[in-house]
């Protein structure tokens, strides 16, 4: 009897987690702005470490777990490959660990243009300011603005239909990287980002909201390890987030 009620205990618990990402993600994002998946679609991940998640560089598939990294990309593309089988996607992950806007930049004509995606999906930021606030680059919010208004002309010259997802650069307050000293200064990044979505015409991301709201149900520590990378049920936020959003 006590094993029985452990585990009637411990199911009824997953059911209350399961249900409790969707409403999270519900309350942050309570439009979906949506996009169409049609047959035989290219869909591109692009950006940083919390985009690359230790993804196998030298597979250069799609549709596979070691192409597409440890993260929310993977998780994303494992719902729309179940759902969608009809399809015939193909999912890429080309986010690579430490990128800034304008090292996409310089690898853009190999890592995006060549794949010829009719959907990219960006997440590209925090770099820009965590590595200048640490010493470490001399970008400036004018350089990250200018480089990613810069990289979007380029990228709807050579593909006129590309559709563009663009991700909220995000941060959890308090959590070892993150500390009071990143503010005001990394919210001009977010705020960037948004303005830069509504002039391509972007689906936008409110990352920093889905995580704000995320830590009403478990701290911020729960959903990212050091302020900025995604925790194993962080990923499945973001996943959840960026599906609810197309």
Request: hydrophobic content about 40%.
């Amino acid at each position: 009897m006590i094993k029985r009620r452990a585990f009637l205990k411990g199911t009824s618990m997953a059911g209350v987690l399961a249900l409790s990402i969707p409403e999270i993600v519900q309350a942050a994002m309570p439009k979906a702005a949506g996009i169409k998946l049609q047959k035989g679609d290219v869909i591109l991940f692009q950006g940083d470490s919390i985009t690359d998640a230790g993804r196998k560089k030298d597979d250069l598939n799609f549709n596979t777990p070691n192409s597409l990294g440890g993260g929310y990309a993977v998780q994303a593309a494992a719902e729309m490959l179940l759902k969608h089988p009809d399809k015939e996607l193909k999912i890429y992950n080309k986010g690579i660990s430490g990128n800034k806007v304008y090292q996409l930049a310089e690898r853009w004509e190999k890592d995006c243009l060549e794949l010829k995606p009719q959907v990219l999906s960006i997440l590209i930021g925090v770099n820009d300011y965590w590595h200048k606030h640490n010493g470490k680059y001399d970008g400036t919010i004018e350089t990250y603005k200018k480089d990613f208004r810069a990289l979007l002309t380029k990228t709807k010259a050579s593909l006129p239909n590309i559709k563009f997802i663009i991700g909220e650069p995000f941060a959890v307050k308090g959590i070892k990287a993150v500390d009071e000293s990143w503010y005001p200064a990394f919210d001009e990044y977010r705020k960037a980002a948004k303005e830069i979505a509504d002039e391509f015409q972007a689906v936008f991301i409110p990352y920093q909201k889905v995580f704000d709201e995320a830590q009403k149900s478990a701290p911020g520590v729960y959903w990212t390890y050091d302020g900025v990378h995604p925790s194993l049920a962080g990923a499945k936020l973001m996943a959840e987030a960026w599906l609810k959003a197309i």
